[in-house]
């Protein structure tokens, strides 16, 4: 099928950006890498779509005063290639391999995975394993959101209309803390059917994804100073929906799995 037919313009500048995007009908194209192919489905068909690659100020990196602030439109390669993402936020370097393939990595970008919100992307779950935070922005100004806030519901999250996400910013690792991040899917490159990311500073952090509509944060499991009293707590921290292949209770065992493999990476030292 081909897409229904669109308008499509690429503002030079984010405020002529936001002009366009409150415009009833209006979709913002990053990467494409979702979009394109739910046009082409005809699952969505917006009058107008904003072709957001062009704000440069959206693309970089930096490492500023220990914070690792990641621009919306850096790609999954980009961001898998970035030294200080591998230096100082491993967590989201060792998820990018599990994105997709290397030729949706290429175009495909971190704002549009967040914006986006699918319950099995990697992103989310890292982001909220990190505490981190997402900079939205609108005509209004700036918003900084917890990324434990963001992510609401089900393919939803906290942009009003009119915004956009502009950047992420996380706290770079400290040499005392350590992550996790394991995904189990049936293919490499495919969604997963569950994942965890993990992160140990004072304490544990144990989010999954694919586990519920939005990432789980698994706050019974992430409290227990044992594994077998971690893995117990999980039954009372994830109801995973069953999938084509695999029922709830099979996905929870699964849950259990990489809880002890991320227990096992966090308390090894280095
Ligand atoms: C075959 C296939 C396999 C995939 N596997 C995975 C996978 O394993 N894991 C995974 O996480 N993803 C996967 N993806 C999705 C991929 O990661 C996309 O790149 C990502 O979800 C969307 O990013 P994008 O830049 O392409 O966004 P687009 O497709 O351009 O946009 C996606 C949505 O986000 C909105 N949007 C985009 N950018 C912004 C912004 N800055 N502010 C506000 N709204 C915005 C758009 O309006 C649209 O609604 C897969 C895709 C395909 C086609």
Redesign the pocket.
Known sequence: MKAPSFAYVKPKSLDEAFALIEQPGA???????????SLNMRLSAPELLVD?TGLASLSSITLEQGVVRIG?LVT?TQLGESKEVTSHVPLLAAAVP???HPA?RN???I???I??A?P????PACLVALGASIVVQGKEGERIVAAEEFFKGLFEVD?RPGE??VAVEVRAQLKDERCAFLELARRH???AIIGLAAYRSKGNRFVFFNAGATPVFARNASREKDLPAAKAALKKDLDPPADLYNSSAAKLHLAGVLLERAWTQLTTSH
Not at 27 to 37: E, T, Y
């Open positions: 979709k913002v194209l990053a990467g494409g890498q979702s979009l394109i192919p957001i919306a999954h599990h994105v997709a949706i175009r495909g970008t704002g549009g995975s914006a986006l699918d099995a992307a990697e992103y942009l956009l996400v490159g495919d969604y």
